[in-house]
């Protein structure tokens, strides 16, 4: 495990007068949102965080070497550790045991001062509670002082008091619990979802073994993470389909008190930033302090670099964005009474991690650079290269703006506008292909419903600078349509389309161009993404005719459904079947009714973890690198069944 434990302070034993309880549980059930986001699927997977979170403080604290997951049939989850287990004596404030308070209790933990924790993932302290009122029932079973003890609860309730039902040799929290069908919108668990969370976990935790393991019929599979490079593997991995431009992570670290940081990182070819961030193991997707400090030593160390060394001459400066193109880097924090902004724990907020993180990386980096040259140079080179792109990303910008400035006539030539000017009821549909969009135009509410139809291959932004973005005539007509500029200038205010609808064929060129927008949007535009801006419509696959009634089905399942339904109970009737081989395909009534009516149609909002996701993924399938692609194939290919050639 990482070393942060200098000074000390966490003590051995963990029992009852650790746990404090700051309030009762209240409203969870009636508002679970509040506790863990949404009641959707990303709300469902954050029940198994809060308690492999509980497990990871165990660690962090020193106790705890390794974690099971494992998802069983009917979608009930077991998380197991061998920490010190959950304290099972009479808890003072409440006369309660402490493991009848910690699932029953909102805000109470071992985290509050109670000397239990010195640094901890949940300062909230509402995991176990949360999970235990938002389950059909759990079961808590702690392994402690030879006893195991067990507890048992339905959607909050206690079903069975605390007691022992065996010995034991070894110590740990075994929490099953199955998800309350009541609360989520579907109960069923991604395993690529959670094995994704829980390598995350690995990584952060150098050493800490955690295993995943799927037990449901059909998708049995597992796998057992242990990283005991830490966040320097973490490094590695995101780069694994990039070029480096240096074969060595760079590594960094160092302590104040009781607060600890660590730094990895390792620049690519490419022309993209990736800094992730963490605090106590909490991904801060706004990053926070201890990025504002990463940022600020690094742009710092880097030019002081270049002027020492002759490479940067003159009032030559490279800004901060120029020094961060093309670096992967994970920033990994320790520290005592985290303060994250909002319950959803987005950002840092605690400003002695500035301090921290600028210190450690000033110290390190420069005195990296000044044991290794050659990598010095690569990257100086790199940003200065960076620099003269970026100004002439700025001519392009400006010429953008001054022929915006003409208003309607800057507009373009294949976008068909609508007649409302208020964005909040405009929709914009990015079309594939001119036959799809003329049938849009044609089949649309054109008081609020914008057509822009796309030809020819789309721009890879993955392997050109801005610079070339700005002048890409495929890509132009989407930013000045859109009208709220690009990059570091776009500005949400500025939109003048809320809805902003991809509408591609469903085969394999439609989820091409699919994955190319959305790596624009979230490489360029990612409050659009962020606020929700961005959907894409679900076209159907299937036309089902009887007589003169037309059905639509949009699966497999759907259609086989339909098709029973439509013969009745005349099961001899002839129902005729056929696939639409593209939106184009289809007459402007038939896309009105089927993909574009608000009334009728299926629109998939895109969050920022799909964008992720589709980034990663067409950074991998369509990457410089072979093996990066074979490997994603082979994983993938069970899946590949039912294709249409």
Aim: net charge negative; hydrophobic share 35%.
């Amino acid at each position: 495990m990482t070393d942060y434990n200098e000074n000390e302070k966490v003590t051995q034993e963990y029992d009852a007068s650790q746990i404090q309880v700051l309030e009762g549980l209240e409203a969870v059930r009636k508002r679970p949102g509040m506790y863990i986001g949404s009641t959707s699927s990303s709300g469902l997977h954050h029940l198994v965080y809060e308690i492999v979170d509980n497990s990871i403080d165990e660690a962090l604290a020193g106790f705890c070497s390794e974690i099971e997951v494992r998802i069983r049939e009917g979608n009930i989850i077991t998380v197991v550790d061998n920490g010190r287990g959950i304290p099972v004596d009479i808890q003072e404030q409440t006369g309660k045991s402490a493991l009848e308070v910690v699932f029953t209790v909102l805000h109470a933990g071992g985290k509050f001062g109670g000397g239990g924790y010195k640094v901890s993932g949940g300062p909230h302290g509402v995991g176990a509670s949360v999970v235990n009122a938002l389950s059909e029932w759990l079961e808590a079973r702690v392994h402690k002082d030879g006893k195991i003890y067990e507890m048992k609860f339905s959607r909050g309730d206690i079903t069975q008091e605390m007691r022992i039902v065996g010995d034991t040799d070894r110590t740990g929290t075994t929490v099953t619990f199955k998800p309350d069908p009541e609360m989520f919108d579907d109960t069923v668990y991604s395993y690529d979802i959670l094995h994704d969370r829980m390598r995350e976990e690995a990584f952060l935790n150098a050493g800490l073994k955690i295993r995943i393991i799927d037990e449901r019929k059909g998708s049995e599979q597992q796998d057992e993470m242990c990283y005991e490079g830490g966040i320097r593997e973490y490094v590695s991995f995101l780069n694994k389909s990039k070029d480096a431009l240096h074969s060595n992570v760079i590594y960094m670290s160092g302590n104040k008190d009781e607060s600890f940081a660590e730094i990895a990182m390792q620049y690519n070819d490419g022309y993209q930033e990736n800094i992730t961030s963490f605090a106590n193991d909490v991904r801060t997707p706004e990053g926070g302090m201890h990025e504002t400090g990463f940022k600020a030593a690094l742009t710092r160390v880097l030019n002081n670099y270049g002027i020492k060394t002759g490479i940067i001459k003159g009032d030559d400066k490279v800004s901060g964005e120029d020094c961060r193109e093309g670096l992967t880097a994970v920033i990994s924090v320790k520290l005592p009474d985290a303060q994250f902004e909002g319950q959803t724990k987005q950002k840092l907020g605690n400003s002695e991690m500035r301090t921290l993180v600028d210190s450690v990386v000033s110290d390190k980096l420069e005195q990296f650079l000044e044991e290794n040259p050659a990598v010095g140079r690569a990257i100086l080179d790199k940003a200065m290269m960076a620099n003269r792109a970026r100004e002439a990303a700025r001519a392009a910008r400006e010429n953008i703006r001054r022929k915006s400035a003409l208003g309607g006539a800057a507009m373009p030539d294949k976008l068909r506008d609508c007649n409302e000017n208020n964005p909040e009821l405009t929709e914009l549909y990015i079309v594939e292909g001119d036959s799809a969009g003329g049938s849009a135009t044609n089949g649309r509410d054109s008081r609020f419903q914008a057509i822009l139809p796309l030809w020819g291959k789309m721009l890879n932004v993955e392997k050109v600078r801005a610079d070339k973005i700005y002048g890409n005539d495929k890509l132009r007509p989407v930013i000045v349509a859109m009208g709220a500029g690009l990059g570091d200038d776009f500005d949400i205010n500025k939109l003048r389309y809320h809805k902003v609808i991809i509408m591609a064929d469903a085969d394999v060129d439609g989820s091409h161009i699919r994955t190319l927008l959305l790596t624009f949007f979230f490489r360029y535009m990612q409050p659009l993404i962020r606020e929700g801006y961005v959907y894409a419509a679900v076209p159907p696959l299937y036309k089902l005719t009887r007589g003169k009634t037309t059905r639509v089905a949009f699966s497999d399942e759907e259609r086989d459904a339909v098709s029973t339904e439509m013969r009745g109970d005349n099961p001899n009737a002839k129902v005729d079947i056929s696939r639409f081989k593209g939106l184009g395909e289809m007459d402007p009534h038939e896309l009105w009714e089927t993909t574009m009516d608000p009334k009728q149609r299926t629109l998939k909002r895109i969050t920022l973890e799909d964008a992720s996701k589709a980034d990663e993924t067409f950074s991998i399938l369509m990457g410089e690198k072979v093996e990066p692609r074979k490997e994603f194939i082979e994983r993938k290919a069970k899946y590949a069944v039912n294709l249409d050639y």
